[in-house]
């Protein structure tokens, strides 16, 4: 389903202004060139059809005659209608690629850039040398890009030992924090699906190169293609695809622990190596569905959520407000949470807190409802975090000067009384 609005020239107006903070340009007279040449051909068919209609009513002495003008009719009416379809096609292919409007929290002149909104935990000053991740893992005999490569190329990763139970543990210490003292629903999803789910959470049709595609071949079977998720959001939210929800039950708070799959082909996932960019990763995924009204405060708890996390790993985190033109496809308004790692003296992203507003409800066609009315959802998403960095984040924060890693205190359970991986 499109956003109808969009065809509403008032509403593109100020629509177009919006975007252009997204560094989106709206096409403004494509849009009404179309949808006037929508309104005249279904008037030509219309008129078409009325002739016809009365050319039915000609009395049979004329049938002759009568039945070389419906042929001639019908042929009309078929050709205007392949320009309709193709006219509508055209329409929903360019509506379809129209991303999210930035909330209006961040059109703002103080907010051109990323604002810092605060760091949190001291950055641990160590006199001895800090090894990265990849280097600390292999000596360790814990990370094995080499075999890996052998296996599947490059971008993927072997884990062993000790540090094979440290990223197990990672995601059962998460789904643990966020089931039993966040209140999220745990859930079990496909890892593969339909193209018509990436629609409606704004993966497709943009981001269509990023992911990877699968067919199933067999003799039953040979056009039908499936996607890898490339994260645990899409299932998650898809799950109210085409439905109506009753409003004391919102909000919704799910999670789910999926490997994730990109084809990672930017300039910017070839800088960075081992742990921080691959094609397949772990993640635990948390997603709430809400009413319109209490949107923009959960976003804020379900930060707080992720913040919780990196509190009690005591790793050093920056907050940062995304400004508009950093926003992702489908996001209103999104936080950044930033790992700092020793070895590179920066910070990465190790999760992502998104508010969609009703930009995936309305292509899933998803509404609760309100009194004698039925509204479009929101729907927020966050990683509650990405492993595989939350992973590479520890190994580095938490070496030694003996070259072991300490395990975060809040772990000693989930590793069986481990304090040290040597």
């Known amino acids: 389903m499109i956003n109808k609005n969009l065809l509403k020239y008032n509403y593109l107006i100020q629509t177009k202004k919006k975007l252009n903070f997204k560094n989106f340009i709206l096409n403004i007279e494509f849009l009404i060139f179309k949808k006037k040449y929508k309104k005249i051909l279904q008037l030509k068919i219309e008129k078409i059809r009325k002739i016809k209609k009365h050319n039915n009513n000609i009395k049979n002495k004329q049938y002759i005659k009568n039945l070389f003008i419906k042929k001639k009719i019908l042929k009309q009416i078929k050709i205007k209608k392949k320009f309709l379809e193709n006219c509508k096609i055209n329409l929903t292919q360019y509506l379809s690629i129209i991303p999210n409007l930035p909330d209006k929290s961040i059109l703002k002149k103080k907010n051109l850039n990323n604002q810092i909104i605060k760091i949190w935990g001291k950055i641990r000053k160590k006199k001895y040398q800090i090894y990265n991740h990849i280097k600390i893992g292999e000596k360790l005999n814990g990370l094995d890009f080499k075999t890996s490569i052998k296996l599947s190329g490059s971008r993927f990763v072997i884990m062993k030992n000790k540090i094979a139970q440290l990223h197990r543990a990672l995601i059962q210490f998460m789904v643990d924090l966020h089931t039993e003292k966040h209140g999220y629903i745990e859930v079990y999803v496909p890892y593969l699906v339909n193209k018509n789910s990436l629609y409606c959470t704004g993966q497709l049709p943009k981001f269509s190169k990023n992911l990877l595609h699968v067919k199933f071949y067999n003799k039953f079977n040979k056009n039908n293609k499936y996607i890898l998720i490339p994260t645990g959001e899409v299932p998650l939210t898809n799950l109210f695809n085409n439905k109506i929800l009753e409003e004391k039950n919102l909000p919704i708070k799910l999670i789910t622990h999926t490997p994730c799959f990109r084809a990672e082909n930017s300039s910017y996932s070839k800088k960075n190596k081992g742990l921080i960019r691959m094609h397949q990763?772990?993640?635990?995924?948390?997603?709430?569905?809400?009413?319109?009204?209490?949107?923009?405060?959960?976003?804020?708890?379900?930060?707080?959520?992720?913040?919780?996390?990196?509190?009690?790993?005591?790793?050093?985190?920056?907050?940062?407000?995304?400004?508009?033109?950093?926003?992702?496809?489908?996001?209103?308004?999104?936080?950044?949470?930033?790992?700092?790692?020793?070895?590179?003296?920066?910070?990465?992203?190790?999760?992502?807190?998104?508010?969609?507003?009703?930009?995936?409800?309305?292509?899933?066609?998803?509404?609760?409802?309100?009194?004698?009315?039925?509204?479009?959802?929101?729907?927020?998403?966050?990683?509650?975090?990405?492993?595989?960095?939350?992973?590479?984040?520890?190994?580095?924060?938490?070496?030694?000067?003996?070259?072991?890693?300490?395990?975060?205190?809040?772990?000693?359970?989930?590793?069986?009384?481990?304090?040290?991986?040597?």
Not at 342 to 359: A, G, H, L, R, V
Request: charged share 25%.
């Open 281 to 422: 990763f772990d993640k635990v995924e948390i997603v709430q569905i809400t009413s319109s009204k209490n949107s923009i405060k959960i976003l804020e708890n379900i930060t707080k959520h992720a913040e919780t996390i990196l509190k009690l790993l005591n790793l050093p985190y920056r907050k940062i407000l995304l400004c508009a033109k950093n926003l992702g496809f489908s996001s209103s308004k999104t936080y950044d949470l930033e790992v700092w790692m020793p070895s590179q003296k920066k910070y990465y992203e190790i999760s992502s807190c998104s508010n969609m507003t009703d930009f995936q409800s309305k292509r899933m066609n998803t509404k609760y409802k309100y009194k004698n009315k039925k509204l479009y959802v929101h729907t927020l998403n966050g990683s509650g975090l990405a492993i595989s960095r939350t992973l590479a984040a520890i190994l580095e924060n938490y070496q030694t000067k003996e070259g072991k890693i300490e395990i975060p205190k809040v772990l000693y359970s989930y590793m069986n009384g481990l304090k040290y991986i040597y």
